[in-house]
């Protein structure tokens, strides 16, 4: 029989985070730039909590929030949405964040189905709740995220932030409950199907966050200044709201200035040194750097998630502008990290060439993610860098279950979450993902993996962005189609994108045909949206192949 420790079983609460930053980094900093008029705005950690109690007070005697209860938000990076966090979650209620890139009818469908009490808004949202409000019969409250002077500017009734919060007093004793209580609702992207409500606890926050804050994960110390231009909206911006103040880092917000131009404005005068996103991001800030003849030497990392990094990104950032690429992994379902990709000593003596290799895998398991790949049968694959499998993870900050049920078959009996993600794992834990289990390319009995072919395809000069997706073939069973958005001004050029790729991917790999689109479709997170192609080229025939 084991011995029962005397240890203390204090709660794990978000609240703390935030307490924590008041006494210990009270002075550090929250810049945003403010989505009502793009405008900088500056308060620091013990100002923020102050403002977070007047919030709490407001949520609990005039909003008439309830412990449980869903408040929805629709917003942008920005201190306000920052103690929105903490005071909806403190006060027991979870934080709904809905991502606004949605379609108006998905929003209406989520809002509903979450249950939420009240939506808090940015000005940029007004026109689209002024078109869904009549149908959210469940919202009691529409909060502007501004002062007074830009209620004009919504025909929906609503209330402001800053006259919701004025009068509230600064002294809240934050509660203590159970740590298993739910603190934040965010649906997946729907990328791959119908949205599912993703319920983060308490603790698996704060260990996340504590997780998020290692040498070898994010590396977040006192000295960082972090800009999270991924999204509050998606996956709680990677968990950089809780990292951030617990290790007392300077938060720089950018609000809805995601263009290369106001991304380089806010590194250069905030001197940023960690910034993290997706792929599309960094493509549009790499742009604006070529065109302006800027730099970014203040920055030391960014972080690159969501989608695989592609090569060119890597040495266009790593090799003209002197930042470390560091690819991290993970999903909704996962808080999100997984894995990051950070070098062991080992490495330190490899050339270029090799390192380049390993940092184009996903990374290395971040401690607490418990990782297997398996086979269509179900069995477990070796740690071999070569075998390929579904992924399946458990752990404290991986959902145990789907809001309200959904989508139970995504969890095995024995207590695992498949991710949908095909990948192998090496004898160091690097995982290397070599394709979305929906969009492998089944080619006569074998897998291509579509995400190499894309990336060996964006590598080409004219090529902007590249999907490669399996389409039926008569003889193969699936044969690769590679869709390409071409670079501004290039020449669509198949032949020459076709040379490029021999001599990068094996023969079989090669695409059966190349078809030019306008514009790559996004979906709401960033990264292009297969089952829209898939729309497109419905009941496509390669060229010369009888059906
Ligand atoms: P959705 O699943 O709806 O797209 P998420 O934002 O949760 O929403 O996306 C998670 C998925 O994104 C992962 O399952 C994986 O397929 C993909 N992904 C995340 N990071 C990477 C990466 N570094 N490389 C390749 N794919 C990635």
Not at 56 to 72: C, F, H, K, M, S
Not at 282 to 299: F, H, M, P, S, T
Request: contains cysteine.
């Amino acid at each position: 029989m084991t011995l029962r420790a005397h240890m203390m079983d204090v709660p794990l609460m978000v609240s703390d985070i935030l307490v924590h930053a008041d006494n210990c980094h009270g002075q550090q900093e929250i810049v945003t730039l403010l989505p009502e008029s793009l405008q900088i705005h500056r308060q620091n950690y013990s100002q923020t909590h102050k403002r977070t109690k007047k919030l709490a007070n407001a949520l609990t005697n005039d909003l008439g929030i309830e412990p449980g209860d869903r408040v929805a938000t629709i917003a942008w990076n920005s201190h306000r949405h920052f103690e929105l966090y903490y005071a909806i979650s403190g006060v027991g209620a979870v934080v709904h964040t809905v991502n606004p890139r949605l379609d108006p009818k998905q929003l209406i469908w989520m809002l509903a189905h979450a249950e939420s009490k009240a939506v808090f808004f940015d000005v940029q949202f007004a026109p689209l709740i002024d078109g869904i409000a009549a149908m959210c019969p469940g919202v009691k409250n529409w909060i502007l995220l501004s002062d007074a002077s830009h209620a004009d500017k919504v025909q929906t009734d609503c209330l402001t932030y800053e006259e919701v919060i004025k009068d509230h007093s600064e002294d809240f004793d934050w509660p203590v409950f159970d740590e298993n209580a739910a603190c934040g609702l965010c649906y997946t992207s729907g990328t791959t199907g119908d949205p599912k409500g993703v319920l983060y606890s308490h603790r698996s926050s704060v260990l996340h966050a504590m997780a998020t804050m290692g040498a070898d994960v994010m590396g977040v110390g006192a000295s960082g200044v972090l800009l999270p231009v991924v999204p509050m909206f998606h996956v709680n911006a990677w968990g950089i709201p809780f990292a951030a103040p617990m290790a007392g880092a300077k938060l720089v917000m950018p609000g809805p200035g995601l263009d290369g131009a106001t991304l380089h404005t806010l590194i250069d005068a905030e001197d940023v040194s960690y910034v993290a996103g997706v792929p599309t991001v960094w493509l549009g800030l790499l742009n604006y750097l070529e065109a302006n003849d800027k730099r970014i030497d203040n920055v030391k990392r960014v972080l690159i998630g969501g989608s695989a990094l592609p090569e060119a990104l890597l040495r266009a950032y790593e090799d003209k502008y002197g930042v470390i690429m560091q690819q991290g992994w993970g999903m909704t379902e996962m808080s999100p990290l997984g894995t990051v990709n950070v070098a062991l000593p080992k490495h330190a003596d490899l050339s270029r060439e090799d390192e380049i290799k390993i940092k184009l895998k996903q990374g290395r398991l971040v401690f607490g993610v418990g990782m297997r790949i398996v086979d269509d049968e179900g069995n477990e694959l070796p740690w071999d860098g070569q075998s390929s499998g579904h992924v399946q993870v458990r752990g404290p900050w991986i959902a145990s279950a789907y809001f309200k049920g959904a989508g139970a078959e995504s969890f095995t009996d024995d207590g695992w979450f498949q991710t949908g993600d095909v990948a192998h794992l090496d004898g160091d834990g690097y995982m290397t993902i070599t394709d979305r289990s929906k969009d492998v390319i089944k080619t006569g009995g074998e897998w291509i993996s579509s995400i190499d072919l894309e990336n060996a395809a964006m590598g080409h000069p004219g090529v902007e962005m590249a999907a490669a997706v399996g389409m039926p073939h008569p003889k193969w069973q699936e044969r690769p189609l590679l869709v390409v958005q071409a670079k501004e001004g290039a020449e669509k050029d198949a032949d020459s994108i076709i040379k490029y790729l021999s001599g990068q991917v094996p023969k079989w790999w090669l695409p059966d045909a190349i078809e030019f689109i306008d514009a790559m479709p996004i979906g709401a997170t960033g990264k292009m949206l297969k089952t829209k192609l898939r729309e497109i080229y419905a009941n496509y025939e390669f060229p010369g192949v009888d059906a």
